[in-house]
């Protein structure tokens, strides 16, 4: 329904305190099925592994990047940094400059965000 893309954009231009409305779910489901297309295509075609998956990590920073900015939330800044040092790190080996581990980082992350989510629902739960 196009009319409803019309009424949300008038609704957060009236009462959003400067926010942007989020991206359609299409957009978000369309650049996350390219970038899960993407990583599993580096997988199968070793040979173009870097950049296939260089694109896929550029995809995933700039979805969180926009998802931090729109959120405010530290959990999307967290995501969007990871992708951007997976982004370096692959650069800088396609450039036979340096290789590093940036997985290891996701493995952090994904701890530490799940640390934080927890911490979250209990404060919610007792401030209820």
């Known amino acids: 329904m196009p009319e409803s893309a019309d009424i949300v954009r008038y609704l957060y231009a009236q009462y959003g305190d400067g926010k942007l ?5 299409e957009v978000q489901r369309a650049i996350t099925a390219t970038m899960w297309i993407l990583l599993i295509a580096g997988g199968f075609l070793t040979e173009y592994q870097a950049p296939l998956w260089l694109v896929a990590c550029a995809l995933g920073a700039g979805r969180s990047v926009i998802n ?7 959990i999307h800044f967290g995501v969007s940094a990871l992708f951007v040092l997976g982004c370096v ?7 036979g400059s340096a290789s590093f581990p940036w997985w290891h980082g996701a493995y ?3 701890a530490v965000l799940a640390l934080v989510a ?3 629902r209990l404060r919610r739960g007792s401030m209820g």
């Open 21 to 25: 409305p989020p991206p359609g779910p």
């Open 68 to 74: 931090a900015l729109r959120t405010r939330a530290a």
């Open 89 to 95: 790190s692959i650069g800088l080996r396609l450039a």
């Open 108 to 110: 952090g992350l994904v």
């Open 118 to 120: 927890v911490v979250q």
